[in-house]
């Protein structure tokens, strides 16, 4: 029957170096055995070194792909990942309202691995003040969740309290990724679900840096599942455990900050 395999979107910016961006995110949900399809926002000249340049669709365009999609295909779940500027922001806020592509997860994206800026300063509060709010899953790391939330976030009690007030501005489930944080053993995310219950998600630090896409990774594969009709909890559940094994297992490729591995889960026998 048409339209009866899980299908998902993800709206975002490419990586002509196959790391991140929807290039990552096409890869995690094929290996989560979903249909993938894209919104392109921006397209970017970008390596494992760092991002030489990039580019915003024209918003003409970007509408356009929605509708197409939206003509045709029967998504269950999407994404947002690098929106670029403010007034991508609002037109995806605007096509998000439009049309009904399932629970949305919102991968606030500020700032390369290599520390190119991939929003616009002046964008950072339209993420806030219009597309948090629509999130049924939010995933920022701590530089981004601090921005948001205007809270400086230097320990563990400081990502609860960031988790509580993203949720105060309408995303209804929040992980908070802490990666950045200075542990040396241990990489620790917090969940704040929207029923309020809350947990952390602990896995080995590895020390690599091939971990270009982390985010984009545990986005997608979350997405993946929520198509699939996985609850909230168990989907970033999976999506913790799919990214730790991306790093655990690394694949050499560029001579930067390589992409993560993305088939290691699957060929560890989960399901």
């Given at each position: 029957?048409?339209n009866?395999?899980?299908?998902t979107?993800?709206?975002?910016?490419?990586?002509?170096?196959?790391?991140a961006?929807?290039?990552?995110d096409?890869k995690?949900m094929?290996?989560?055995?979903?249909?993938?399809?894209?919104?392109?926002?921006?397209?970017?000249?970008?390596?494992?070194?760092g991002?030489?340049?990039f580019m915003?669709?024209?918003?003409?365009?970007?509408?356009?792909?929605?509708s197409?999609i939206?003509?045709?295909?029967?998504?269950?779940?999407?994404?947002?990942?690098?929106?670029a500027?403010?007034?991508?922001v609002?037109?995806?806020?605007?096509n998000?309202k439009?049309y009904d592509f399932?629970?949305?997860?919102?991968?606030?994206?500020?700032?390369?691995?290599?520390g190119?800026?991939?929003?616009?300063?002046?964008?950072?509060?339209t993420?806030?003040?219009?597309l948090?709010?629509?999130?049924?899953?939010?995933?920022?790391n701590?530089?981004?969740?601090?921005?948001?939330?205007g809270q400086?976030?230097?320990?563990?009690?400081?990502m609860?309290?960031?988790?509580?007030?993203?949720?105060?501005?309408?995303a209804?489930?929040?992980?908070i990724?802490?990666?950045?944080?200075?542990?040396?053993?241990?990489a620790?995310?917090?969940?704040?679900?929207a029923?309020?219950?809350?947990f952390?998600?602990?896995a080995?630090?590895?020390?690599?840096?091939?971990?270009?896409?982390?985010?984009?990774?545990?986005?997608?594969?979350?997405?993946?599942?929520?198509?699939?009709g996985?609850?909230f909890?168990?989907?970033i559940?999976?999506g913790?455990?799919y990214?730790?094994?991306?790093?655990?297992?690394?694949?050499?490729?560029?001579?930067?900050?390589?992409?993560?591995?993305?088939?290691?889960?699957?060929?560890?026998?989960a399901e």
């Amino acid at each position: 029957m048409a339209n009866e395999f899980p299908q998902t979107l993800t709206i975002a910016g490419t990586d002509s170096g196959g790391g991140a961006g929807v290039m990552a995110d096409l890869k995690t949900m094929q290996e989560r055995n979903v249909f993938a399809t894209v919104v392109v926002v921006a397209v970017t000249a970008q390596n494992t070194l760092g991002v030489q340049d990039f580019m915003a669709l024209p918003q003409k365009l970007v509408d356009e792909q929605f509708s197409s999609i939206a003509a045709d295909l029967k998504i269950r779940a999407c994404k947002t990942g690098m929106l670029a500027d403010a007034e991508h922001v609002h037109g995806v806020v605007e096509n998000l309202k439009k049309y009904d592509f399932g629970p949305l997860t919102v991968d606030p994206v500020m700032i390369a691995k290599g520390g190119a800026a991939l929003l616009a300063e002046d964008a950072v509060a339209t993420v806030r003040d219009e597309l948090v709010p629509l999130a049924d899953v939010l995933t920022p790391n701590l530089p981004e969740a601090a921005r948001l939330t205007g809270q400086e976030i230097t320990d563990s009690t400081g990502m609860e309290q960031a988790a509580v007030a993203l949720q105060d501005l309408g995303a209804k489930n929040v992980i908070i990724k802490g990666g950045h944080e200075a542990t040396p053993d241990q990489a620790s995310d917090f969940v704040l679900l929207a029923d309020g219950r809350s947990f952390w998600l602990t896995a080995p630090r590895y020390d690599t840096v091939r971990t270009h896409g982390t985010g984009d990774t545990l986005s997608s594969c979350i997405t993946a599942e929520l198509a699939k009709g996985k609850d909230f909890e168990t989907a970033i559940r999976i999506g913790k455990a799919y990214v730790t094994a991306a790093i655990a297992n690394p694949i050499a490729v560029g001579n930067g900050h390589g992409p993560l591995n993305h088939w290691a889960y699957n060929q560890g026998g989960a399901e």
